[in-house]
Protein backbone atom coordinates (compact mmCIF):
# COMPACT_ATOMS: atom_id res chain seq x y z
CA UNK A 1 0.00 0.00 0.00
CA UNK A 2 1.59 3.06 -1.20
CA UNK A 3 -1.03 5.55 -0.92
CA UNK A 4 -1.76 8.88 0.88
CA UNK A 5 -5.28 9.49 1.42
CA UNK A 6 -7.11 12.70 2.21
CA UNK A 7 -10.68 13.93 2.89
CA UNK A 8 -12.76 15.58 1.65
CA UNK A 9 -12.25 15.86 -1.95
CA UNK A 10 -13.69 19.13 -2.03
CA UNK A 11 -14.49 21.84 0.68
CA UNK A 12 -16.52 25.02 0.75
CA UNK A 13 -16.38 27.02 4.25
CA UNK A 14 -17.37 30.18 5.38
CA UNK A 15 -14.70 32.51 6.70
CA UNK A 16 -16.47 32.32 10.50
CA UNK A 17 -16.82 28.82 10.00
CA UNK A 18 -14.22 25.70 11.82
CA UNK A 19 -13.33 22.76 9.33
CA UNK A 20 -10.85 20.08 8.99
CA UNK A 21 -8.55 18.07 6.73
CA UNK A 22 -7.93 15.03 7.24
CA UNK A 23 -4.88 12.75 5.72
CA UNK A 24 -4.02 8.95 6.54
CA UNK A 25 -1.18 6.82 5.35
CA UNK A 26 -0.49 3.32 6.25
CA UNK A 27 3.17 2.44 5.09
CA UNK A 28 4.55 3.44 8.57
CA UNK A 29 6.16 6.84 7.33
CA UNK A 30 7.16 8.57 10.55
CA UNK A 31 7.43 12.10 8.67
CA UNK A 32 4.16 13.78 7.32
CA UNK A 33 3.91 17.29 5.65
CA UNK A 34 0.95 19.76 4.78
CA UNK A 35 1.64 21.95 1.50
CA UNK A 36 -0.84 24.67 -0.24
CA UNK A 37 -1.04 25.03 -4.03
CA UNK A 38 -2.50 28.35 -5.52
CA UNK A 39 -4.23 27.93 -8.80
CA UNK A 40 -0.94 27.48 -11.59
CA UNK A 41 1.46 28.11 -8.23
CA UNK A 42 3.88 25.64 -7.11
CA UNK A 43 3.42 23.42 -3.65
CA UNK A 44 4.42 25.64 -0.55
CA UNK A 45 5.22 23.86 2.24
CA UNK A 46 3.39 24.84 5.31
CA UNK A 47 4.23 22.36 8.18
CA UNK A 48 6.66 19.28 8.79
CA UNK A 49 5.92 16.36 11.48
CA UNK A 50 8.58 14.21 12.26
CA UNK A 51 7.82 11.20 15.20
CA UNK A 52 4.33 13.24 15.53
CA UNK A 53 6.07 16.06 16.69
CA UNK A 54 5.58 19.41 14.57
CA UNK A 55 9.57 20.05 13.77
CA UNK A 56 9.02 22.78 10.66
CA UNK A 57 6.46 25.88 10.62
CA UNK A 58 7.25 27.60 7.60
CA UNK A 59 5.15 31.07 9.14
CA UNK A 60 2.02 30.01 8.37
CA UNK A 61 -0.55 32.01 10.17
CA UNK A 62 -2.19 30.38 13.11
CA UNK A 63 -5.94 30.38 11.63
CA UNK A 64 -4.43 27.19 10.21
CA UNK A 65 -3.44 24.50 12.91
CA UNK A 66 -1.79 21.37 12.06
CA UNK A 67 -2.44 18.12 14.25
CA UNK A 68 -1.01 14.46 14.42
CA UNK A 69 -2.46 12.31 16.72
CA UNK A 70 -0.77 9.22 15.75
CA UNK A 71 1.64 8.10 13.00
CA UNK A 72 -0.79 7.23 10.64
CA UNK A 73 -3.01 10.28 10.76
CA UNK A 74 -2.17 14.02 10.00
CA UNK A 75 -5.01 16.76 10.39
CA UNK A 76 -5.30 20.59 9.56
CA UNK A 77 -7.57 22.63 11.41
CA UNK A 78 -9.29 25.45 9.59
CA UNK A 79 -10.68 28.46 11.27
CA UNK A 80 -11.47 32.28 10.63
CA UNK A 81 -10.25 31.50 6.93
CA UNK A 82 -9.70 33.99 4.09
CA UNK A 83 -10.80 34.10 0.71
CA UNK A 84 -7.03 33.74 -0.23
CA UNK A 85 -6.83 30.74 1.94
CA UNK A 86 -9.06 29.22 -1.40
CA UNK A 87 -6.37 26.81 -2.58
CA UNK A 88 -5.65 22.92 -3.15
CA UNK A 89 -4.04 21.57 0.05
CA UNK A 90 -2.06 18.71 -0.56
CA UNK A 91 -0.78 16.05 2.19
CA UNK A 92 2.75 14.01 1.82
CA UNK A 93 4.51 11.16 4.38
CA UNK A 94 7.99 9.89 3.95
CA UNK A 95 9.99 7.36 5.37
CA UNK A 96 12.88 8.31 7.81
CA UNK A 97 16.18 6.14 8.17
CA UNK A 98 17.25 7.07 5.38
CA UNK A 99 17.89 10.62 4.04
CA UNK A 100 16.77 10.42 0.65
CA UNK A 101 13.43 8.63 0.48
CA UNK A 102 10.76 10.37 -1.79
CA UNK A 103 7.90 12.17 -0.18
CA UNK A 104 4.35 10.66 -1.22
CA UNK A 105 1.51 12.91 -2.13
CA UNK A 106 -1.97 12.66 -1.48
CA UNK A 107 -4.59 13.52 -4.25
CA UNK A 108 -5.56 17.05 -2.15
CA UNK A 109 -8.39 18.90 -0.82
CA UNK A 110 -9.62 21.64 -2.82
CA UNK A 111 -10.88 24.15 -0.50
CA UNK A 112 -12.68 27.25 -1.36
CA UNK A 113 -13.67 30.21 1.28
CA UNK A 114 -16.74 32.34 0.84
CA UNK B 1 18.84 25.34 -0.64
CA UNK B 2 20.10 25.65 -4.25
CA UNK B 3 17.23 27.32 -6.57
CA UNK B 4 16.80 25.76 -9.61
CA UNK B 5 15.38 27.03 -13.60
CA UNK B 6 13.45 25.20 -15.61
CA UNK B 7 11.79 26.47 -19.08
CA UNK B 8 8.39 27.12 -18.72
CA UNK B 9 6.97 24.89 -21.16
CA UNK B 10 8.17 22.13 -23.67
CA UNK B 11 6.84 20.04 -26.70
CA UNK B 12 6.89 16.81 -27.45
CA UNK B 13 5.84 14.32 -30.36
CA UNK B 14 4.02 10.98 -28.90
CA UNK B 15 6.47 8.00 -29.03
CA UNK B 16 9.45 10.45 -28.93
CA UNK B 17 12.04 10.97 -25.62
CA UNK B 18 11.23 13.79 -23.80
CA UNK B 19 14.03 15.76 -22.80
CA UNK B 20 13.33 18.09 -19.57
CA UNK B 21 17.02 20.48 -18.27
CA UNK B 22 17.16 21.70 -14.87
CA UNK B 23 20.12 24.31 -13.75
CA UNK B 24 21.47 24.12 -10.55
CA UNK B 25 24.43 26.22 -10.63
CA UNK B 26 24.74 26.65 -7.11
CA UNK B 27 24.08 23.49 -6.13
CA UNK B 28 26.47 22.35 -2.98
CA UNK B 29 27.81 18.68 -2.37
CA UNK B 30 25.93 16.80 -0.11
CA UNK B 31 22.22 18.35 -1.76
CA UNK B 32 20.38 15.48 -4.16
CA UNK B 33 18.37 16.60 -7.28
CA UNK B 34 14.27 15.06 -7.55
CA UNK B 35 12.18 15.21 -10.03
CA UNK B 36 8.46 15.03 -9.53
CA UNK B 37 5.65 15.57 -12.12
CA UNK B 38 2.38 16.87 -11.72
CA UNK B 39 -0.91 15.94 -13.55
CA UNK B 40 -3.44 18.56 -13.91
CA UNK B 41 -5.08 18.98 -10.13
CA UNK B 42 -3.94 15.74 -8.92
CA UNK B 43 -0.92 15.53 -6.54
CA UNK B 44 2.80 15.59 -7.36
CA UNK B 45 4.62 12.27 -8.02
CA UNK B 46 8.08 11.21 -7.43
CA UNK B 47 9.67 9.95 -10.73
CA UNK B 48 13.59 9.78 -9.76
CA UNK B 49 16.43 11.31 -7.39
CA UNK B 50 20.23 11.30 -7.61
CA UNK B 51 23.11 12.68 -6.05
CA UNK B 52 26.03 12.26 -8.83
CA UNK B 53 25.47 9.75 -10.75
CA UNK B 54 22.91 8.73 -13.92
CA UNK B 55 20.02 7.09 -12.55
CA UNK B 56 17.19 5.07 -14.43
CA UNK B 57 14.05 3.29 -13.30
CA UNK B 58 10.89 2.10 -14.78
CA UNK B 59 9.86 5.63 -15.30
CA UNK B 60 12.89 8.02 -16.30
CA UNK B 61 16.60 8.71 -16.49
CA UNK B 62 18.31 11.13 -14.72
CA UNK B 63 21.44 12.42 -16.25
CA UNK B 64 23.92 14.94 -14.15
CA UNK B 65 26.66 16.87 -15.25
CA UNK B 66 30.25 16.34 -13.85
CA UNK B 67 29.95 19.51 -12.41
CA UNK B 68 26.32 18.79 -10.45
CA UNK B 69 25.49 22.09 -12.30
CA UNK B 70 22.44 21.38 -14.28
CA UNK B 71 20.39 17.97 -14.96
CA UNK B 72 18.60 16.68 -17.73
CA UNK B 73 15.11 14.28 -16.79
CA UNK B 74 14.26 11.63 -20.20
CA UNK B 75 11.10 10.36 -20.72
CA UNK B 76 12.62 7.75 -23.13
CA UNK B 77 9.13 7.07 -25.03
CA UNK B 78 6.13 10.35 -24.57
CA UNK B 79 2.73 9.29 -24.14
CA UNK B 80 -0.37 11.63 -24.01
CA UNK B 81 -0.22 10.72 -20.11
CA UNK B 82 3.26 11.80 -19.47
CA UNK B 83 1.65 15.38 -20.16
CA UNK B 84 2.15 17.66 -16.65
CA UNK B 85 4.23 19.84 -14.93
CA UNK B 86 7.36 18.62 -14.47
CA UNK B 87 9.55 20.09 -10.77
CA UNK B 88 13.37 20.04 -10.70
CA UNK B 89 14.19 20.19 -6.78
CA UNK B 90 17.70 20.25 -5.06
CA UNK B 91 17.89 19.63 -1.11
CA UNK B 92 19.98 18.07 1.39
CA UNK B 93 17.23 18.58 3.96
CA UNK B 94 15.05 15.67 2.71
CA UNK B 95 12.35 17.57 5.09
CA UNK B 96 12.10 20.56 3.13
CA UNK B 97 10.99 20.60 -0.48
CA UNK B 98 10.87 23.79 -2.33
CA UNK B 99 9.02 23.40 -5.02
CA UNK B 100 10.35 25.75 -8.08
CA UNK B 101 8.50 26.76 -11.16
CA UNK B 102 8.27 23.86 -12.99
CA UNK B 103 8.23 23.19 -17.10
CA UNK B 104 4.36 21.98 -18.50
CA UNK B 105 5.30 19.34 -20.75
CA UNK B 106 2.75 19.28 -23.78
CA UNK B 107 2.84 15.31 -25.53
CA UNK B 108 1.16 16.06 -28.61
CA UNK B 109 0.18 13.37 -31.15
Known amino acids: DTEVTQTPKHLVMGMTNKKSLKCEQH?????MYWYKQKAKKPPELMFV???????INESVPSRFSPECPNSSLLNLHLHALQPEDSALYLC?????????????FGPGTRLTVT | DAKTTQPPSMDCAEGRAANLPCNHS???????VYWYRQIHSQGPQYIIH???NNETNEMASLIITEDRKSSTLILPHATLRDTAVYYC??????????FGSGTKLNVKP
Open chain 1, 92 to 104: ASRQTGRSSYEQY
Open chain 1, 27 to 31: MGHRA
Open chain 1, 49 to 55: YSYEKLS
Open chain 2, 26 to 32: TISGNEY
Open chain 2, 50 to 52: GLK
Open chain 2, 89 to 98: IVTYNFNKFY
